[in-house]
């Protein structure tokens, strides 16, 4: 094979006239990137006929040739979501490997389109529009989990459990209360993707490798074509920084610490000492050695990736914070933290959402545990603090009535009146009143508290911010298996 031949068959032969030997098989493999990033193909197609058909528009290029081009890429758009493209690492990128399939196939026009662009700015474009589209739809799932939430809220409304601080039991709370806490906290992951997608919504097309082009591009053209809310401000800034796949994936990271959280109260519940919850077969394994066991694998699979996301966001800080302006080859690693951080939380809101919907919660196990908790101690203390017996000291004496029932096995609301008395004398019959956990929790009257009316109105208003979203509640709910059920 004579040294031309050679060259033909490596990507140096792409870069021109200066390379005069051809990249080693082991750079060429360590370099190339297309098994990552053919992933953005629809995307990087999009900016091109965008910038094909402003060149044209500007009179750059004919509109003849630029309409072959754009036809052209349509077709390979197509061929690529058909799984027909063949990709080849020697072409080292998906951009590479765009051009090059166009240009075997319209000849030597297809170099036309590469006029007053560069890859720096054609794959910062191609990155602002994947990972906006990509927020998007997470925030599109974290609405179905919400959805789902949201129904099994409406049907937990009357099912008492303690809630707990250092995962000791601490004052009772409905289970609709609970669940609605965990949509709050998603729902700040989804406000968090949104804001992201929109600060990310500029282009930096037209900005080329690092200082913008001599040709006379319309930025504002391209930018509106990509959906974008206007160019980038500065050249250098729009093809140099990855801030904005930061921002995504520390959202992603947040909501995947929450998905986590959740994951491990579903775990813990599901446990023969909770028993809590039964989750559906569907979501959940035995074991190979040991027949009654059940594992609710799904969580603990949710709370085992919750690092992957995490680590992809140290990935991306890691790998920009030593970088110089403007563009540097460190940023093609930006990619796939960027895509695992997206698939793991997507898959993640999905299993949960099924596992969710599916769930047997046990309302007698919940008032068992609420039972032999002494999660009425607080209402002991406030029924005193009521009756204008400084707090801390209702705290102290109920702390005693509480050390006299853990000593004798009792229940605050089996002591007797005398027994009340021996700590404190104003103790009378309407103590026992306070003790009754639906007394407890209805006396938390407070918006944000456990009472069934504020229980009742926070539901209403996120099936009312979800209905703004144009999501049907119930019919997302019914897909995932869920009816409003305890
Ligand atoms: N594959 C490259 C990346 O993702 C595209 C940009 C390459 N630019 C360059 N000057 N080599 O970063």
């Not at 890691?318 to 793991?344: H, I, S, W």
Request: hydrophobic fraction near 45%.
């Amino acid at each position: 094979m004579t040294d031309e031949r050679r060259r033909e068959k490596t990507p140096q032969a792409t870069w021109g006239g200066r390379f005069e030997e051809p990249l080693d098989v082991v750079a060429l493999r360590y370099s190339a990137s297309v098994d990552v990033d053919k992933r953005l193909a629809p995307e990087d197609i999009r900016g091109s006929i965008a910038h094909v058909q402003m060149l044209a528009a500007r009179g750059i290029v004919g509109a003849d040739e630029a309409e072959k081009i754009a036809a052209e890429l349509g077709r390979i758009a197509e061929e690529i979501a058909r799984g027909e493209m063949v990709w080849d690492p020697a072409r080292e990128d998906v951009h590479m490997n765009v051009e090059t399939v166009l240009t075997e196939r319209v000849g030597a026009i297809g170099g036309k389109l590469h006029t007053a662009r560069s890859r720096n700015d054609q794959v910062a474009t191609d990155m602002r529009l994947w990972t906006r589209e990509a927020c998007l739809r997470t925030a599109a799932r974290i609405d179905r989990f919400l959805a789902v939430l949201a129904v099994r809220a409406a049907g937990t409304v009357d099912v008492l459990l303690p809630g707990y601080t250092h995962l000791q039991r601490a004052q009772p709370v409905r289970l609709a209360h609970h669940l609605l806490a965990w949509s709050e906290m998603l729902d700040r992951d989804r406000g968090r993707l949104l804001d992201a997608a929109r600060r990310m919504n500029e282009s930096p097309l037209g900005c080329a490798a690092l200082a913008g082009t001599t040709f006379p591009l319309d930025r504002a053209m391209t930018a509106a074509a990509l959906g974008f809310d206007r160019p980038m401000r500065n050249s250098l800034d729009a093809v140099g920084d990855r801030d904005f796949l930061v921002e995504a994936v520390a959202a992603l990271a947040n909501a995947a610490v929450h998905l986590s959280r959740i994951s491990e109260e579903l775990v813990l519940w599901s446990t023969q000492e909770f028993g809590f919850v039964t989750m559906s077969d569907a979501y959940t394994t035995g074991s190979s050695i040991m027949p009654q066991k059940k594992n609710p694998d799904m969580a603990e699979l949710a709370r085992g990736k919750t690092g992957r996301v995490v680590g992809d966001l140290v990935n991306l800080l890691v790998m920009l914070k030593g970088l110089p302006l403007a563009y540097n080859r460190d940023m093609q690693e930006d990619k796939a933290p960027v895509f695992d951080a997206f698939d793991t939380v997507d898959d993640t809101l999905d299993v949960l959402t099924g596992a969710i919907a599916t769930a047997r919660f046990r309302p007698e196990r919940m008032r068992a545990a609420l039972r032999d908790g002494f999660a009425d101690a607080t209402e002991v203390a406030d029924w005193l603090a009521a009756r204008g017996v400084p707090f801390r000291e209702a705290h102290h004496v109920t702390g005693r009535l509480v050390g006299r029932c853990v000593a004798a096995g009792k229940a605050l609301s089996e002591l007797t009146l005398d027994e009340l008395r021996e700590e404190h004398p104003l103790f009378d019959e309407s103590l026992y009143a306070a003790l009754d956990f639906e007394t407890a929790v209805e006396r938390r009257d407070l918006p944000g508290g456990p009472a069934r009316r504020q229980v009742h109105a926070a539901i209403e208003e996120l099936r009312e911010r979800l209905h703004e979203r144009a999501v049907d509640v119930d019919a997302v709910a019914r897909a995932a298996g869920a009816e409003a059920r305890s």
